[in-house]
């Protein structure tokens, strides 16, 4: 059997049989890299990650947020529950830390480990502010987009290698074969990398301001922290097709049209007045 067919039939038989299904959405996603493997490197890393970096401990701002990191994932282990996923957070182990760091930005690792770092909080301001990225962050974990960005790099890396086999084998020259790596490259990452990057950050978007909405943040003011954040970045940014996120614009039309939708979700659960 010729090489390029193995690959081609071994990236086939990854597809069909490592899925596993986004309860937010119901849809199938890759699991190339089980979470059994994904979740013990993820909380090594971010022990070192504490260990290398300046953590807040007892101030105001890092009891903040620690507590609205409760409340979200307590609002997504409500909504999980409901929805016929008991024990989805078995395996979540949640940490919060705020670390010092001018930075605008905080993340959430698989399983729960999330940091916020100091610069974002001028922008969030309040609570609030801080529940609506918390929750977005939250939402990237819950939904295994870690696990979905590593099993599409390494389908990335089979076509790769499909593409330099078939090159050979179709006895092109080292120059052209070179030509068509890169054509590749660029192909599968505008065309198919990036706006998968920009669906999960769009997923997230969403998902986080429902989970918001359950833990009793007002879904409104989610708009309004992106206006902020569009102030801070001074309205730059390369064009949303060749960027991993949506643009502000994007973003803050998609939350203002999702808010009714986050509070009735809400509702569901006996929530009807926000913070």
Known sequence: MKTKNIVLITSTVLLLFSCSQNPFTGKKTLALVPNSQILPMAFAQYDEFLTDN???????????????????????????????????????RWEYNLVRDDQVNAWCMPGGKIVVYTGILPITQDETGLAVVMGHEVAHALANHGQQRMSAGQLQQVGAVATAVGSQAAGVDEQ??????????????????????????????????????????????????????????????????????????TRINNLTQWAASAKAEAGKFGVTSFK
Do not use: C
Not at 57 to 83: D, F, H, Y
Not at 189 to 213: C, N, Y
Not at 216 to 233: F, I, T, V
């Open 54 to 92: 300046n953590v807040e401990t007892g101030t105001s701002e890092a009891n903040m947020v620690r507590s609205v990191g409760q409340k979200i994932a307590k609002a997504s282990e409500r909504w999980l529950n409901a929805n016929g996923y008991q024990g989805y957070l078995d395996d979540y």
């Open 176 to 249: 052209t074969g070179a030509l068509f790596n890169t054509l590749y490259g660029v192909g599968s990452q505008v065309g198919a990398m990036l706006p998968f990057s920009r669906s999960h950050e769009t997923e997230a978007d969403k998902i986080g301001l429902t989970i918001m909405a359950i833990a009793g943040y007002n879904p409104d003011e989610a708009a309004e922290l992106w206006q902020r954040m569009k102030a801070n970045s001074g309205g730059q940014g390369p064009p949303e097709i060749l960027s991993t996120h949506p643009s502000n614009d």
